[in-house]
């Protein structure tokens, strides 16, 4: 296996491991020798990076695992390439200030009070926090500027956290112009990118490319993550000869270098591969709009920024990704609890809600075996129809004369807890709250306020309007009982104005605004603890592993047409945990494509992730409630294993694949749960036969069908091995079919 290591150059002749060091006297600054190295190991990876005779803090080493007693040569700067690049332009630098003739991307730019735009970050000091985890002080070369960067390795999976402190030391206000959480260096090879895009309805589209010199951008600028463009990436070294032709990463081999940041808000990722064929991954806030003053004494933290490595292609590292999140990001990590089956009103009766009408939903429901019953959009103020009511957050009198007890009564009665819509962070203007504080929207005064579905965005930044939203929430949680809130966000920012601060002061708006949104999830369950969440925007506009710390769950996309969201679904699992991943059954023909499909089928592809029902249940047939209570009834029994197991890719719906399938396998190995989907079948032709991935080859796993069967003389019971190298062949022809089977380890 090839790691990744940062190869020194030819001057180097001797080899020195040093301890982690806590003095501040720079270690670099009397003989010009370098400093120390330190060294993270986790899982199977080993990171490592030194101090150099300049004193910059250098990248050394990101790949597989090293020998306890392996040594790692010392850092020393690249030289002077011609007279057109300087070594602080050459160097692959850990965290680098833009200053002293650097032309590579920043970590972090500044302007003094006097007008001087010069950053040179050398080493002070390592402080070790424990095992795994260390503190980096740097600080630039004459002005009172520090910089402590943050280290922390997961021992299981290897998944680095890294981020960012800037601050102020010195007597006078200093503007912070960009500040990245985190710089990433790979050595010379050839490399694949893969990252997410897409756009309201098509989201989690997995690109993949060839990584060449100049920069690759990926960004949100639109004050939160967006659906154009999701914070994570992954890149695959081509270990083949060939220099023809586009590069594909592999999906079960080869290494794999991976990242995802934690903010939601404006981001960014700057891939570049520099002239000496280095790639370096920044990413952080995104610098577009940016302007964050520090004066003395303060302070500003980035966002986490999460790199892991993988020698098993994108598969091994979407499932130490998944481990890492359901064991350290969720808010019920180490061991959050599957998803309740939940069934949302919304596509029912829209806007028109009432207690009888919801009643009646429920009692339907509950019939099924759901979990969860969600009353959507409506319930409120003067809310007849998106052009009104947003931000007065009483109960509609006329639509519920009684409150929502008896609503929520009746629910509970039926055997299910109760959920509820809201968007806090939206007011529409026809609104007894926007009439009352036209100033607490995102504005810039004298110009117009657009708006998107009617509705303007509440600049939550303010201390003001973060206290109101805080506190209308906590009244509706204390005074209800609801176990559960959806929690939309359905347009993106414009006119990012506040106006309350001086300025040059105004910028901070895109930090404060997350912070504020962190902070008041934060305290909502600290205050009532028994309430979860979930993240939608209209979609998948904002996940990231900034807001799946304060939330549950997360809505991929408002398209639930089952076959579009096998495309989604795959992609978003290259990221994100299925146990996170909402997935609805709705009605057939689909609203958006108009396609037509069977109840199965459409069961099917929800329940890869955590399912939900969201169909008009007044329209379906004895048949279809028959048929959905069975299926809850075995996703309830398997779902463990599908949404916190170990997810294996057999066959890709991308590029227009005519056929699907999934398989997840218990972490213990105890059992599988295999999913297969077709878009069309030609010519007789069957559908292909799955060789299946994970499994204990020595143990007995006895063969249970959840819809479909196999092909005549498919046993009943055989081991592992024979699950994985002779396969299974599934019966399985026709146009937007699909069959699902579990296996059980025998005892």
Not at 133 to 158: C, F
Not at 169 to 198: C, D, F, H, N
Request: hydrophobic share 35%; aromatic share 12%; charged share 20%.
């Amino acid at each position: 296996m090839k790691n990744a290591r940062m190869h020194c150059l030819p001057a180097v002749l001797a080899i020195f491991l040093f301890a982690i060091l806590t003095s501040a006297t720079p270690l670099f600054a009397q003989n010009g020798a370098p400093g120390p190295i330190i060294r993270l190991d986790g899982g199977n990876t080993t990171y490592a990076f030194g101090v150099n005779e300049r004193g910059d803090l250098q990248a050394l080493y990101w790949g597989g695992r090293l020998g306890p007693q392996d040594a790692i040569p010392p850092a020393h700067s690249f030289p002077e390439w011609a007279s057109f690049d300087s070594p602080n332009t050459n160097t692959p630098q850990e965290y680098a200030g833009w200053g002293g003739g650097l032309f590579t991307e920043p970590a972090l730019k500044v302007t003094f009070a006097d007008g001087t735009r010069d950053l040179v970050l050398h080493f002070v000091k390592a402080t070790n926090n424990g095992p795994q985890s260390v503190d980096i002080l740097l600080k630039d070369i004459s002005r009172e500027i520090y910089v402590t960067l943050h280290y922390a390795m997961d021992p299981e999976t290897g998944i680095l956290a890294r981020s960012a402190k800037i601050e102020n030391s010195g007597k006078q206000t200093v503007m912070i112009e960009q500040a990245e959480a985190a710089q990433w260096t790979l050595p010379p090879a050839r490399y694949t990118l893969s990252y997410l895009t897409g756009r309201w309805a098509g989201e989690w589209t997995v690109n993949q490319e060839s990584i060449r010199q100049g920069a690759r951008v990926i960004e949100s600028r639109r004050g939160t993550t967006g659906h154009q463009a999701n914070p994570w990436f992954a890149i695959s070294r081509d270990t083949s000869q060939s220099t023809a032709g586009p590069i594909l990463a592999p999906e079960e081999s080869g290494e794999v270098w991976f990242g995802a940041l934690a903010w939601s808000g404006s981001w960014r990722f700057t891939i570049d591969e520099t002239q000496f064929d280095y790639v370096r991954v920044t990413g952080g806030f995104n610098p577009f709009d940016f302007g964050y003053p520090l004066k003395p004494g303060e302070h500003l933290e980035t966002p986490v920024f999460y790199g892991g490595y993988a020698d098993h292609g994108l598969g091994g590292a979407s499932r130490l990704l998944h481990r890492f999140e359901l064991a350290h990001i969720l808010p019920q990590a180490p061991d959050p609890k599957p998803r309740p089956v939940i069934y949302n009103s919304w596509e029912a009766t829209e806007f028109n809600v009432s207690e009888a009408g919801q009643i009646a939903l429920a009692e339907k429901a509950a019939s099924l075996g759901v979990d969860r019953f969600v009353m959507d959009d409506g319930w409120f103020g003067q809310r007849k129809d998106d052009h009104a009511g947003l931000g007065d957050w009483y109960v509609n009198p006329q639509k519920f004369p009684n409150g929502l007890k008896p609503l929520i009564d009746k629910v509970h009665a039926l055997g299910m807890d109760f959920g509820l819509w809201v968007e806090p962070e939206m007011v529409n203007p026809d609104s007894d709250l926007y009439r009352k504080h036209p100033d607490w929207v995102l504005n810039f005064p004298g110009r117009p306020r657009s708006e998107q579905r009617n509705q303007m965005v509440l600049n939550l930044a303010r201390p003001d309007v973060k206290e109101y939203v805080e506190g209308f929430l906590d009244k509706l949680l204390t005074e209800n009982d609801i176990a559960f809130l959806k929690w939309d966000y359905n347009r993106n920012w414009s006119e990012p104005g506040w106006d309350a601060l001086p300025p040059d002061e105004q910028k901070k708006v895109y930090v404060e605004f997350i912070r504020n949104l962190y902070a008041i999830l934060a305290d909502l369950r600290k205050k009532h603890p028994k309430v979860e969440i979930e993240s939608c925007s209209g979609g998948g506009g904002r996940v990231d592993l900034g807001i799946l710390h304060y939330t549950d769950e997360v809505w991929p996309s408002d398209n639930t047409d089952p076959f579009d969201r096998l495309l989604m679904q795959d992609g978003f699992s290259y990221a994100y945990t299925p146990q996170v991943m909402m997935a609805w059954v709705t009605d057939s023909p689909h609203w958006l494509n108009f396609r037509s499909t069977t109840l199965e089928y459409r069961m099917l592809s929800s329940m890869q992730g955590s399912l939900g029902i969201g169909a008009n249940l007044n329209k379906w047939t004895p048949e279809d409630f028959a048929t959905a209570k069975r299926l809850i009834a075995a996703y309830h029994s398997v779902q463990r294993t599908i949404v916190q197991g170990d997810l294996y890719r057999l066959i890709s719906p991308r590029n227009g694949s005519e056929f699907s399938s999934t398989e997840t396998v218990a972490r213990d190995k105890s059992g599988a749960v295999v999913f297969a989907f077709t878009h069309s079948t030609q010519e007789g032709r069957n559908f292909p036969l799955l060789q299946l991935q994970g499994l204990d080859p020595d143990a007995e796993y006895q063969l249970v069908w959840i819809e479909g069967k196999g092909r005549e003389g498919t046993p009943s019971a055989a081991s592992g091995a024979w699950w994985m190298r002779h396969g299974i062949d599934i019966d399985l022809r026709g146009d937007f079919r699909a069959a699902a089977f579990r296996l059980d380890r025998q005892k």
